[in-house]
Every structure is written in structure tokens, then in C-alpha cells.
């Protein structure tokens, strides 16, 4: 059953305020309340902001919404101070910063300028292939609109699961953790979402997961380069981004703007795959057929002076392993030539973390700052 705002905001009117024996909803300190599946996001204005006074509100507001709500809801809330007779923001002063993901050494972004290139396809066969290379390696799915992860790992209908501390453990499989919203709502169900409540929600993804120590965070992008993309890698401190595109002009032209947004903030690109490069029919093994354009995205690496990290051939194993969960980097590399090129691109794309690193453009172990 879906969780409605009055069954919220009944459960809020048991925490009282131990200053004056109100409870927080009549004295109207409860406001910008979102509800999509399970997540529960709302801003709690209160008259003292300090730890000593907010811990015990916000620790009762959870168990309340736990006890009368949902056992499993996630919960977001933003603590302002209040000023007046209303809720209001109020300026103030930075919070000293705090570590997080101090176990995960890099985080690699998967990007695209556009839709439908073959990034989700990209991102899941790197995080495989970093694995089966021996590297520990975690995926984050931050597509809120969009999530593939679920079906391209045979997870559809799963759900993390939550410690003690009420942090999400991610799923795990073909030694990848994985976590997705794909996971967190159901199959069917539309995320109706602005910008805010989706970068409140990639930080959750983050802050409140346990990742544990990793090598590699892949975080797979959604397609652009507008708000959600810019809150996330001002969010998070990127060891680079990779860039995927197809051949054709109309990918190549988004992919030139994915390169320059990474640019603009200050995010080395680690280089461009060129995925749906040409087709080999099995009867033919000799033969290449570029049905999108020839070397696209090779040119424009070099034009943009980036690393090309290969071409991925359309295979029909490619789209029948992403829709069957078992990605194509799960076979022995001299099985397919897709699952060949995709450990390639896994090593080159170690190469060029390790390259930045050695350049001290990226910073080893990756410390999350937020502020």
C-alpha cells in the first residue's frame, strides 16, 4: 500500500517539542513533505538547531514514521532554523565538513550526452569487468527517472536491505554492489520528481549506504548535462567520467557537450567509447559492417584530445544479456568479442585512473565534502 502524506503527518504529531510539550506538526514546524514509495522527504523547522536539541527530534520523527508508517521507509530530513511565525530558511553558517566513502579510492562516472547510446549498457559490462579483474567494485544507479540497473542484473523486484543503523546494504551480484531506485520503488511505478528531491536522493544513495571499502564506485549518469548532472559532480569529488556515444553525428555533437561540461567542472576525462560500432554477422567473421558511421567517436577523441578506450560491436548477445540480467562481461573474454572489448576498456580505463593519480589530478582515497 502506498504511503499517504496524512498517514505521515498523524505519525509526526506524536514527537513533541521537550521545550514546550507541542508536538512539531500543530505548531506547523513540518514542511515540504514528499512522498515517493517508500522515501520520505520533508524540512523540519526548528527554534534550536543544535545537535543536543535536534538528535532527539530526528531520532523520534524516524521511529515514529518506522513504528506507524513503513518499517522500511527512507527517510530524508532537512533541519532549518525557523524564524517568525512560519517556517522560513534561514542563512546559515557552513557545517564543518564531513568524511564520507573513505573506503571507496575511486569514483568513475559514466556518462552520455544523450539517450539511448548504450550507456547503462557500458557502465554495468565496466563494473563486471572491473571485477573480474580482482578489483572491489560497487555501481550506483543514479538514472531517478530511468533505472536500468535492476533488469540488467536480473535484480527486478529486489530490495536492499537495512543494518542497525538503518543504513541500506546494497545488493550484490557477479561481484558488483549495486544500488539503484530501480530498487526502491516498484517496477510500474513513476518517479514524479524536481531536481532537488533527485540530487537529495543520489546523496542518499551515497551517504547513506553501506559501501564499504571499494577500488572503483561506478556512478552510471542520467543522459545530459543538465541540473541533476552538475548537482552531482559538484557533489562528488569524480576520480574522471567516462563518455559514451554511437557514431552518428546527432551522438557525437551531445557527446562533444558531455566532454565540455566534465571540463567546466574541473573532471578529468578519462575518454570516450564508442559503443554500437559496427556489426560482424556471425557467418561473416571477417567482414565489418559500420551501419552507424565509421570511427565517430575515434575522431572526436582525438579532436578533443581524450583517450579513445574502444569500440563496442552491436552484438545480439550485448542486447539479450542486458535484458536477461546477465551482462555480456560475465563470459570468458575470448568467448564473444564484446565481452573482449569490454575488459579492454576496464584496463584502459585503470590506466588512466592511475595515470591522473600519479598526475595528482585525482585524489586517492576519494573523500566525500559536503557542506
Known sequence: MAISKSQVINALQGVIDPHIGIDIVTQNLVDDLVIQDK?????????????????????????VIREKVDKDAVLDIDVQKKTGDTPK?????????????AGVKHIIAVASGKGGVGKSTVAANLAVSLANAGHRVGLVDTDIYGPSIPTMFQLRGERPNINTRRKLIPLEKYGVKLLSM??????????????????????????????????????????????IQLTIVQTVPLAGAVIVSTPQDVALDDARKGVAMFRKVNVPVLGIVENMAYFTPPELPGN???????DGARNLAAAQNVPFLGEVPIEQIVREGGDEGVPVATRNPGETPSAQVFSAIARRVVEEVDKKSAKGETSEPIKIKIR
Open 39 to 63: 522515501f520520505i522527504s520533508f524540512t523540519l523547522y526548528l527554534p534550536d538547531t543544535q545537535d543536543t536539541y535536534t538528535k532527539p527530534i530526528l531520532a523520534k520523527c524516524e521511529t
Open 89 to 101: 530558511p534561514a542563512p546559515q553558517a557552513p557545517a564543518e565538513p564531513e568524511d564520507l566513502l
Open 182 to 227: 530501480g530498487f526502491l520503488v516498484d517496477q510500474d511505478d513513476a518517479v514524479v520528481w524536481r531536481g532537488p528531491m533527485v540530487s537529495s536522493a543520489v546523496k542518499q544513495f551515497l551517504t547513506e549506504v553501506v559501501w564499504g571499502d571499494l577500488d572503483y564506485l561506478i556512478m552510471d549518469l542520467p543522459p545530459g548535462t543538465g541540473d
Open 288 to 294: 565489418k559492417y559500420y551501419i552507424f558511421g565509421r
